[in-house]
């Protein structure tokens, strides 16, 4: 299986901050990678798909970039809407995996 | 609008099984795969397996093979997960997620999901 392995785990950060969630594979993925933000009691939302296309919807604030085994999430003014758990997640080969989640906490 | 609910809470001892609805609605629903993903309490999200609503294909993550079933009825526009010989860990919320993309492949992110359905094993 592949692993994805997020860092850091956990991020306390300000409003108005700009900050970048790391996912790196255990093997190649080419660019099938995906971001999710999911907040407590709430199914997963989707932000990024293809590593670096931004859903419809999903603020311009939110930008993805990476291939192969490293990849970036980046939030460019954080907003209090966005504290919150992000994931992100492989579809390059099963079984399709998450990373373990970090969690970005109001400062 | 475009949208996934699921059944209820559902309370099993060890043992039983357990079997999750969910129903599309605002799209078509044989034009998408639909895949279904786990999250035990406090924990991180497990990819489970998808269904191809269209034709029934499915693909089951390895782990889960011999003990899950995914199956749909496109005349209600509905798919479901079943779980058999349930386990305390396999307490989780159960979700049902849309691919993203209409078409031939199951490997595009998931843009729609239901509001997740409890299943709490224990004796």
């Known amino acids: 299986d592949i692993q994805l392995t997020q860092s850091p785990s956990f991020l306390s950060a300000s409003v108005g901050d700009r900050v970048t969630v790391t996912c790196r594979a255990s093997q190649g993925i080419t660019s099938y990678l995906a971001w999710y933000q999911q907040k407590p009691g709430k199914a997963p939302k989707l932000l990024i798909y293809?590593?670096?296309t931004l859903q419809s919807g999903v603020p311009s604030r939110f930008s993805g970039s990476g291939s192969g085994t490293e990849f970036t999430l980046t939030i460019s003014s954080l907003q209090p809407e966005d504290f919150a758990t992000y994931y992100c997640q492989q579809l390059n080969s099963y079984p399709y995996t998450f990373g373990q989640g970090t969690k970005l906490e109001i400062k | 609008q475009v949208q996934l609910v699921q059944s209820g809470a559902e309370v099993k001892k060890p043992g039983a099984s357990v079997k999750v609805s969910c129903k599309a609605s605002?799209?078509?629903?044989?034009?998408?795969?639909m895949h279904w993903v786990r999250q035990a309490p406090g924990q991180g999200l497990e990819w489970m397996g998808w269904?191809?609503?269209?034709?029934?294909?499915?693909n089951y993550a390895q782990r889960f093979q011999g003990r899950v079933t995914m199956t749909r009825d496109t005349s209600i526009s509905t798919a479901y997960m079943e779980l058999s010989r349930l386990r305390s860990d396999d307490t989780a919320v159960y979700y049902c997620a849309r691919s993203s993309s209409a078409g031939a492949t199951p490997d595009d992110a998931f843009d729609i999901w239901g509001q997740g359905t409890m299943v709490t094993v224990f004796s």
């Open positions: 293809a590593a670096s």
């Open positions: 605002g799209y078509m629903f044989t034009g998408y795969y």
């Open positions: 269904i191809n609503p269209n034709s029934g294909g499915t």
